[in-house]
């Protein structure tokens, strides 16, 4: 499956924004989807996922009630609904999937073999 991320841009703290991922290729409603995020000189880190068959999220603390991730198996398209941005949000977002992770294993990127190109997020003060 290929995945193609956009909706990236420079916004100020308190705003909102929105990540589409858009996958083609491949049998969308069999993936489980993720966002992770990846800050300069940071290790790349979850964000949320999404299980193929659910409309419930599952989140990184930081990021708990103020993002939201859904998906569409009609647009086989993934979304990150991010409000009440902070700078310490500013990263490159990446989506990702995986056809046979575990819930166990749901935030480890090891268990994710198809990638986007990524999309930044900067967040001004």
């Known amino acids: 499956v290929q995945l193609q991320a956009s909706g990236g841009g420079l916004v100020q703290a308190g705003d909102s924004l929105r990540l589409s991922c858009a996958a083609s290729g491949g049998t969308f409603r069999s993936y489980t989807m993720v966002w992770f995020r990846q800050a300069p000189g940071k290790e790349r880190e979850f964000v949320a996922a999404?299980?193929?068959?659910?409309?419930?999220?599952v989140y990184a603390d930081s990021v708990k009630g103020r993002f939201t991730i859904s998906r569409d198996n009609v647009k086989n398209t993934v979304y990150l609904q991010m409000n009440s941005l902070k700078p310490e949000d500013t990263a490159v977002y990446y989506c990702?999937?995986?056809?046979?992770?575990?819930?166990?294993?749901?935030?480890?990127?090891?268990?994710?073999?198809?990638w986007g190109q990524g999309t930044l997020v900067t967040v001004s003060s």
């Open positions: 999404i299980r193929r068959s659910s409309s419930n999220g």
């Open positions: 990702a999937a995986s056809s046979s992770v575990i819930s166990s294993s749901i935030s480890d990127r090891r268990f994710y073999g198809y």
